[in-house]
């Protein structure tokens, strides 16, 4: 099985900062795509950012300059730094990634975390 951690939410005044990081762990063949999502109470869950394993990174419109995804290999961990804090962007952040397990390694499939809350205050 696989699993994915997060940590690193909290509350935080606008214009601040916070760091995500992401583990994923288990019977891992390989990762490909690494992102973040979010979801604010009574909207859809919506994509944050996504680095792709080749090295492309892609971000929603609402983060792009604030926001800034990395990955370390070595360790299945992804990272989402965020700056520039503003009120809209409080909402549970979900860690996604598509792996590849032993068990099956032709297929990947999604994975999430549990989520972790961020709160921006005014």
């Known amino acids: 099985q696989v699993q994915l951690v997060e940590s690193g939410g909290g509350l935080v005044q606008a214009g601040g900062s916070l760091r995500l990081s992401c583990v994923v762990s288990?019977?891992?063949?390989?990762?490909?795509?690494m992102g973040w999502f979010r979801q604010a109470p009574g909207k859809q869950r919506e994509l944050v950012a996504v680095?792709?394993?080749?090295?492309?990174?892609n971000y929603a419109g609402s983060v792009k300059d604030r926001f800034t995804i990395s990955r370390d290999n070595a360790k299945n961990t992804v990272y989402l730094q965020m700056n520039s804090l503003k009120p809209e962007d409080t909402a549970v952040y979900y860690c996604?990634?598509?792996?590849?397990?032993?068990?099956?390694?032709?297929?990947?499939?999604?994975?999430w975390g549990q989520g972790t809350q961020v709160t921006v205050s005014s």
């Open positions: 996604n990634a598509k792996v590849a397990t032993r068990l099956d390694y032709r297929r990947y499939a999604d994975y």
């Open positions: 680095f792709t394993l080749f090295g492309t990174r």
């Open positions: 288990g019977t891992i063949f390989n990762i490909n795509d």
